[in-house]
């Protein structure tokens, strides 16, 4: 069964204080690993897809990469702005159109 | 711009009385799907359409059953909601592929 563990829960941080989330991933055949960023009460939005292991993918102050068996999503100088939860999913070969996404980490950055 | 809408954003229903919540894309993808978020979980899939073939997950409630008119619009109908079933319903969209999806706002469900 695919599966997909992230960590920490919940992460705390001062503002400018770098840190990265884990995104471990058990899937047949990796066709895909998505980050996501949601807010309270919204929909997640979409961050970055990443394809192969080494691939790197920047956006602002997150950057994420892809081993063969997990993700980070580093965060660098972080503003409480980005406070959010974090969410990751995998696609596996023969799923079809379906991802497994992780439970999330939830980021609080303080001022 | 191009987006994935839901409506109503929040909608209060009775036990066991039916409700409908619907889904409309400009983003011409033929992939739809949906699903239930509570409290601090990972999203978890109800249903999703290629095109108009419907795929249904294993573990859904009978209860939840779905509608997709034509590519751009879904909808999500409980028959009967329980208390159980008081959540946020996201629907997502995709272009064929496999490629990432991407969500709409929401609509919070509230049973009482």
């Known amino acids: 069964e695919d599966q997909v563990t992230q960590s920490p829960e919940a992460l705390r941080l001062q503002e400018g204080e770098s840190s990265s989330l884990n995104c471990s991933y058990t899937?047949?055949?990796?066709?895909?690993l998505f980050w996501y960023r949601q807010d309270p009460g919204k929909g997640p939005e979409f961050l970055f897809t990443l394809y192969s292991a080494g691939e790197e993918k920047e956006k602002e102050r997150l950057k994420a990469t892809l081993t063969k068996k997990e993700s980070f999503l580093h965060i660098t100088a972080p503003k409480p702005e980005d406070s959010a939860t974090y969410l990751c999913a995998a696609r596996a070969s023969g799923g079809y159109q379906k991802v497994t996404f992780g439970t999330g980490t939830k980021l609080q950055v303080i001022p | 711009d191009a987006m994935v809408i839901q409506n109503p954003r929040y909608q209060v229903t009775q036990f066991g009385k039916p409700v409908t919540l619907s889904c409309s894309q400009t983003l011409n993808h033929n992939v739809m799907y949906w699903y239930q978020q509570k409290s601090s979980q990972a999203p978890k899939l109800l249903f999703h359409y290629y095109d108009k073939d419907f795929n249904n997950e294993a573990d859904t409630p009978d209860n939840f059953q779905s509608r997709r008119p034509n590519t751009s619009f879904c909808f999500l109908d409980i028959r009967s909601p329980g208390l159980g079933d008081a959540a946020m319903y996201l629907c997502?969209?995709?272009?064929?592929?496999?490629?990432?999806?991407?969500f709409g706002p929401g609509t919070r469900l509230t049973v009482l």
């Open positions: 997502a969209t995709s272009s064929s592929g496999g490629h990432e999806q991407f």
């Open positions: 899937v047949s055949g990796l066709r895909g």
